[in-house]
């Protein structure tokens, strides 16, 4: 990983309440200081605590984004469901898109690729999640499975400069399991050729997913192609949350 501009996304999933919000005051202390000039820190709260984050990282050097939206941009009779346009009411910046936890649920290629369209229109900065199942893995398929989840989600986005990609291996997710450092390597540099080769020019930063902590922070950040992490189980602790921060800018 360079020291360039630096992603540490915290996506808390539905976890944390109102009391929750002050486990933050740390990692906003540390977001002001010189030494981590380079890291982005963006929390990804659930949709109840969007407005609070917002506002208790007002003078921090932290983002805000959501875990979701809907596929219509605006308003509409969609009861339970929270658009683009709300999430941009909030303050926040971000939003999480394709996330496998939602795909297991029934979302499709389609449904991001339309949820991607309404963030964009927005101007929310996307965060699409791609990555192999267990059994994709096993029939050694990985490369055909991202790059058709990849085409699928990005067609006829014009503008992919807000956009940022997270290579999270679905089975890597909450089990305590990380890549091979080769594996890792061969399938980030697949996916930078496939949107080279897709989108001219592009720039898009690749983020890793899965079981990132603080012991494996270190191992993971050697890998060059990669640009920060999207981290879920330990990044509601504060103190692990920072401690993955600093190994990654040393
Ligand atoms: P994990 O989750 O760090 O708990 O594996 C990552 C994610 O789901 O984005």
Redesign the pocket.
Known sequence: MTNNNIYIVA?W?MYGNSKSINSINKVIKISKSRKFKNVKIIYCPPYTLLSEFVKKTKNAKISIGAQNCHTEKDYGSYTGFISAKMIKDTGSKYVILG?S?NRISGETNEDINKKIKSAIKKKLNVIL?VGENLAEKRKNITKKVLSYQINKSLNKVKNINNIII?Y?PVW???TGIIPKKKYLEFNVRYIKQYLSNKFYKNKIKILY????DSKNAKYLMQINEISGF?????SKNSKKFIDIIKKTIK
Do not use: D, P, R, T
């Not at 997913?209 to 990132?212: A, H, L, R, W």
């Not at 999207?230 to 330990?234: E, R, S, T, W």
């Open positions: 996506n999933k996330h936890e999640c997270a999270e890597s997710i909450g997913g899965g079981s990132v999207l981290v879920g189980g330990a």
